[in-house]
């Protein structure tokens, strides 16, 4: 498994410098790398003692006609009562990369790639790649920040769970999908540029087997305080409609932090 993990960070690791490469032989100029770090945390004490923390990290460099962008999630949590063994309530990381390239105006085409895993839900390993067109519908004069993207594509996705999907006699389910995607992104400065709004959301169905759909949407409000740190709230709902026995297929994951830009 840890070889396999290796294997699908290196995919991911691809993925990224071929966007840069490519983006390096189109454009001289660039405008350099951004990036922000939050962070959230939670503990309670008393009869039960939880304890919880998400760190979200994500980096971001543009040139004239193409994005290219990385994101690390991780959460953690445990709780307690009384003396009794501490349960992990959540363990969950995942990596993502971004590229987008400009065609013409408001056509691009894009390619994403995820490398995660969820112990609470019982899965090891998902690794998935799509590429495909989309189309800015909407955008404001700061682009970058007021927009509204809608996008397509094919792409393949491997899960590894522990426990079985409709298979009895296995203790490990592998599944190769081959999937149809279509997602969003709309962003956009409110109240005078005071709050930034980000909504993102995509679907995959495979067509090999459709009943294995997911269905991802996230929010996150930043307010600034300063010109480097923010308050910062998300809330990211995931839908995963064939999951192992006794596991739930909905998950979400709420929090309440500080941003730091840079």
């Known amino acids: 498994m840890t070889r396999l993990f290796s294997r699908c960070a290196a995919a991911i690791a691809f993925v990224i410098s071929f966007g840069v490469a490519s983006s390096a032989l ?8 951004s990036g922000e770090v939050s962070f ?23 040139w004239e006609e193409d994005e ?26 995942a990596l993502f990369a971004d590229w987008m390239h400009t065609l013409h105006e408001r056509f691009f085409v894009g390619t994403q790639a995820e490398l995660s895993r969820d112990s609470t839900q019982d899965r090891r390993l998902r690794f998935r790649v799509d590429s495909g067109p989309g189309y800015r519908v909407w955008e404001d004069l700061n682009g970058a920040k007021n927009h509204f993207d809608v996008s397509s594509g094919l792409g393949y996705r491997y899960e590894v769970y522990d426990g079985n999907t409709g298979t ?11 999937d149809a995607v279509a997602g969003f992104e709309y962003k956009h400065l409110l109240f005078d540029e005071k709050i930034e709004y980000t909504h993102t959301g995509n679907v995959a169905l ?21 010109e480097a740190w923010s308050f910062r709230t998300s809330f990211l709902v995931e839908y995963t409609n064939e999951v192992p026995d006794e596991v739930k297929e ?12 840079f």
């Open 26 to 33: 189109a454009a001289d100029e660039a405008t350099g790398w």
């Open 40 to 62: 959230s945390a939670s503990a309670q004490t008393g009869t039960t003692r939880t304890l919880s923390g998400t760190v979200d990290a994500k980096t971001t460099r543009t």
């Open 68 to 93: 290219a962008a990385v994101r690390l999630t991780a959460t953690y949590g445990t709780s307690d009562k009384d003396d009794s063994v501490r349960e992990t309530t959540k363990d969950s990381q």
């Open 168 to 178: 009895s006699f296995e203790d490990t389910d592998v599944d190769h999908f081959i």
């Open 206 to 226: 495979p067509a090999n087997s459709p009943s294995a759909f997911i269905v991802r949407s996230e929010i996150i409000v930043g307010v600034p305080l300063t």
């Open 250 to 261: 909905t998950t979400t994951n709420a929090t309440v932090g500080l941003g730091y830009k």
